[in-house]
Every structure is written in C-alpha cells, then in structure tokens.
C-alpha cells in the first residue's frame, strides 16, 4: 500500500510539472500572436494550472511522507509529522526535498499571477522557468545524482526531464486545440493549423533529442552490462518504456507529415470535421501513451539500475559477446554485411516516403531487410551461456580469498592444470581436450566469471574436468574463482617495472586487512584517496639492509605522501618482532603477513623472469607501489631487477610522478569480474 502511494505522488506530480513546464513553452512559442490569447483554448488550459501546482505540492508531501517511512523503517513514520520534520533537516534527501517544495511554492504562487492578470507572452517565459526549476532540482535525488554530485552527472538527466517536459506538457494545448476546432463552427481552420504546425514541427525533434539523451542516461545506468536488459526489472522496464516511445515517434510522424498537411488541403468543412475527429483521436491515444511512458518512467528512476542488478539465473542458452567472437572465422564479415543491410533498410524508409509508397510496401521491405540482418549479424556473434553465466561472485576479491583459493587449487587442482596454473598434463586420448592454461591465455572476453563457476560445479564435457560442487561449498568455489583471477593479473603484472607508466592505472592491488606491531591496522582501502603504500615484502634478516635504508629515508617518502608497510615473508617470533620493531618507524604486519605474502607472490614476475614452470620461485624481498586509488603502478623485485629501488633517489622520483596525477576513479569494486 504504501509503495502504491509513493509511485502514485510521484507520478502525480511529475505529470503536473511537466504540463505546467510544457504548456508554458508552447504558449510562449506561440504567444507572438497576441491573437491566441483571446482563443478559448487559452481559457481552459490555465483553469487547469492551479490544479497542476497544487498536485506538484500534494505529491512532494506524499513522496516526502512514503521516503520516511522507508527511511526509518516505521510504517508508523509515514504519518508522522514530527518524522518529516527530522527527514528534512537531517537528510540530504530532506535537503533537496525542502528545496523542491519551495520552488514549488513559488509556482503556484506564479500560476495563480499568470491566471489572475492580463495574458501576455512573458508571462509565460517566466512561467517556463519556474516550472522547469522544480524538474531540475529534483533530478538530483535521480539515478544519475545518487552516486556523485556534479553538472556533468545530473545535467543529462536534467536535460532529458526538460525536453519531457516541452513535448509532454504542451499535449494537453494540442488537444485543446483541435477539441476547440471540432467543436466550434467559427474557429479559423488556417489559424488552428497554424497553431498545430508550430507544436509540431519542434515536437518531433524533441522527441528526437528525448530519445538521444534518454539513451545516454540508460547507458549510465546500464554500463557494459547489456545483458541486464533482458534479465533484470530495469531492463524490462527500460525495453517498455522505448517500445511505447517508439510508437509516439510514429503517431508524432504521422501528425507532423500527413495529417496536419490534409488540414490546409482541403476548404470542405465536412472533410475539415473529418480530418480533426481523426488527428484528435490520435492525439488522445498520443497523449495516454504518453501518461504511461511517465507512470514506467517513474517507476524506473525508483528501480534497481541494471548495472547494480543481481542476475541469478541467465534465462536463455546463448549470450552474445562481440570481445569474445570478433576474431572468430568470419565473424567480422557476417557482422558488417548485416550492418551494411541494416543501413539499406533505413535507405528504403526514405525512399518509401519520398516515393510515396503505399503503406504495405513501405513497412515490409524495410522489414524484411532488417529482419534478414539480424539473422546474419547476430548467430555469429552468440555463444554458450548457463544459468551461472552472470552471476556475481559472492566472496570479495581480497588476499583472504585469494590465499585460501590458493590452498584449494593447490589440493584439487594441480594434478592437471600444475602447480602453477600452466596446465602441464597432456592427454593422450584425442577426443579430450588437454587441461586449460588458467596462467598465461586470456580468457575474460570469452569467458564470464559464472561461467567458470558454472564449470568448477558442474564439469566440463569433453574434458577430465569433473565438478566439484558435492566436495567445495560455494564460498570455497569462488575463493578458487578469485585464486584463478590474481594468478591471471600477476601474470599481467609482469609488464610492470620499477617505473611507473604515466597516468595508465591497470591493475588493482588485492586488498587486505592487518594488524601491525605498532598498535595499528586497517585496511588497505583506508588509504584511498589520501595515500600511496609501499609495501614491502622483506626477509628476517637477509634484507635487514634494506630496512635500515628505507628507515633512514622514512621522513622523505612520508613527505612524499606515502605510507610504508613492511609485511615478512614468514612468521616472526616475538623476539624478532620486537628487535625490528626497535629500529623501524613504519608499521610492522604481524596479523594478515601470510595472506598478504600468498596473494602479493602472485604478482612477481618480471619480463627477463616469467617462472612459469614447477611451484615457481619466491624472490626474498618485493616492494610493490600502490597509488592513492588502489592499483600497483609498480614494482621492484630485488632478485631480478638489480640496483632498482636500491637508490632512494629513483623511488622518491616515482612517488613523486604518482603524486602529480591527476585524481581517477578507484578500481570497480572488490569482485572479480
């Protein structure tokens, strides 16, 4: 109940403000005929307005009522004034709403002027602007507002709202338009056709650019996951809400193109009546497929955006991937031939209405073209898909996980693929397949975390690879999953050196948590957006050398806004803890040190030493650099990579290029992907 009552306030007074904002732009359009304020239409579009400002101002307190019932989680709440009064001043929800509703104020306060004075064009500009200052403020609180504050964020959603609001606001001047032809014997045919042809002509590129920026926007929201378009409420919602636009489009077209020119065409008055009855009545159906398109509008700004969606079960048996097929045999062929015939068809669109084609012919060759494109573009581009195939794992990806992935691999799966991934094990029999190399073949754009998942429970056919999920619990599963990615990325890591490359972040570091001999401990994302780390895998007491180095340069590197933390490569005894701790300024790890060591081992190899091969060496001091938004920028592998770090001067060099980048988005979260 309450949910209905939230979706209805905010359908209600999205649909009022818009009619407000549109009405006032096409009056002011066509208000430089002085002339169309003496129409009667112009009477019975403002009687309505104070109606449309005071639901705006009924449905903000319906929406600000519903959001803190939600909010509290006391039904009670949603009836409490009191509670209203905590949302809005605690909240910046509360905030934004507060402002909302003033500006809402001042629009009926601006509404009840325009309606009790003498009707001129400013009026209605000013009444364009008011209106429109309501639409923007709130897209804060939209999608595009919730995840960062900023013009370049909430202005396309904005903008979107606004040119919603010019076309479906002014529908209901439209009606009333052709209501007042159709019903009055001396309204002026030429005039009223002049009326309707000026709404019209910017109405369809409106609704063009509607289209354009409402595409940008569910872009936003969709970001590379497409496939939520058919397997999330979001998607279904957005596919809705573009078919019913697309149908506008065609009403709009016939509106704009056919049947206003028959207006002018004719001096008959009964085929005058005939030609109005008919673009009323398409205008109505206009005009309720619209209120729907705003109701699915709503309804989809309040649902779960499809990049956030949780797809626990891929309905369907294929997916398509063009990363995953494009260098396939034939592939790029089959694909441009169908675009090259997808563009045809758009050709023979314009042609039909240039030609005048009848209608049969004008839709069933395009549709026939397009409908062949699709058979020849898309099979090429499908592929395998389960159930599992965009699932999301369920265990971060941390060095916990990835410590414990590696036990599990170590247990179960070394007998074929190696110790270290490579896939060392030939089989004989030729009908199945040798085991995959997990180390060094790429395999993301082909294959999907749940995919892998989909094959660690259940098996491979034609493969030795049996399912494990009667022998690993879930979690277990994707530890493995997360095990399989970091030995992938360390594999990448290779590319890394003791120098930086400007301002080209790759790789992510594995976070962890820890607990150090000095009393602290934390996250590694603690340091995000305030910090570099060093992190410094060492020997007791092979590298002891190096400890007093970087002891005597700690000042330096510490200026250089950067945190070191030193993590052994083996369990130290009390003594050893305290004797280091005596001589060292930075953060010694003694709870973590061996998930951290199994998880950062992974990313050791250098170009000249790919250790590929047996359970791969392990290199007796490592210091890796991680920039302030979480990914390694670089590396420096005593054992392989010589002088390196060695001299302060060339690490404090590479600080310091960090430090003068500019700021980017930290890592997309802490699952593999």
Known sequence: MIEFIATFARWSQLTANLILFGSC???????????????????????????????????????????????????????????????????????????????????????????????????YIIGTVIASLPLIVGSLISHSGAEEISFTSVAPYALHILLAGAWFGALPAFLYIVMNQSSSEQASPQLTTTYLKKFSTIALPLMLLLAATGLFVADRMIEEDYYALVSSAYGW??????????????????????????????????????????LNRWVRIEFMLALVLVF??????????????????????????????????????????????????????????????????????????????LAIALPPLAMEAYPETYQKPTVPFDVISISNGSQLFAEHCTSCHGPQGKGTEVILDPEIKDPTDLLTEPHTAKYTVGNVY????????????????????????????????????????????????????????????????????????????????????????????????????????????????????????????????????????????????????LYRRVRTVPDLRGKGMFPGHMEFMTDRFGYLRARWVAQFEGFGWQSIDALTLQLTQLNEEDEIMPPPGDHAH
């Open 237 to 278: 919602l957005l596919n809705a809400k573009l078919t019913i636009l697309a149908i506008i489009l065609v009403i709009a077209y016939q509106a704009r193109y056919q049947w206003l020119p028959l207006l002018s065409q004719t001096t008959n008055s009964e085929q005058i009546k005939t030609n109005i009855a008919h």
């Open 454 to 601: 989909h094959w660690l429970s259940h098996g491979i056919p034609g493969t030795n690879m049996p399912g494990f999920s009667a022998k690993l619990s879930e979690e277990e599963r994707w530890d493995l999953i997360n095990y399989l990615h970091a030995l992938s990325r360390g594999f990448d890591a290779r590319l890394l050196g003791s120098m930086i490359v400007p301002e080209t972040p790759a790789i992510a570091s594995p976070v962890f948590n820890y607990s150090a001999s000095d009393g602290s401990g934390g996250n590694l994302k603690d340091f995000r957006l305030q910090k570099n780390v060093l992190l410094v895998l060492f020997s007791w007491p092979q590298s002891q050398q190096r400890l007093h180095q970087l002891t005597a340069a700690y000042d330096e590197i510490r200026a250089l806004n950067t945190e070191i933390l030193a993590v052994p490569n083996r369990e130290l005894n009390e003594q050893e803890i305290l004797h280091i701790a005596n001589f060292v300024p930075f953060p010694v790890v003694t709870e973590g040190w061996n998930e951290i060591k199994n998880s950062y081992w």
């Open 25 to 123: 732009v096409f009056l002011a359009i066509i208000g430089q005929h002085k002339t169309v304020f003496e129409s009667p239409w112009v009477a019975r579009l403002e009687k309505g307005f104070p109606w449309m400002a005071g639901i705006v101002l009924l449905g903000l307190i319906g929406i600000l009522a519903t959001t803190t019932g939600d909010a509290t989680g006391i039904v009670a709440d949603t009836w409490n004034p009191r509670a209203w009064l905590e949302m809005v001043q605690e909240t910046r929800i509360g905030h934004i709403w507060l402002a909302r509703a003033l500006l809402a104020a001042a629009l009926l306060g601006a509404i009840l002027y325009i309606r009790h004075n003498y009707r001129v064009r400013w009026h």
């Open 296 to 373: 699915l509008a709503t309804i989809l700004a309040n649902t779960l955006p499809a990049k956030h969606a949780v797809i626990d079960h891929w309905p369907y048996p294929f997916r398509f991937s063009i990363n995953g097929t494009w260098e396939e045999p034939n592939v790029q062929e089959l694909f441009w031939a169908g675009i090259a015939l997808c563009i045809l068809a758009l050709c023979m669109i314009g042609i039909g209405i240039k030609n005048d084609w009848d209608r049969k012919k004008k839709i069933l060759v395009p549709t026939i073209l397009i409908t062949t494109a």
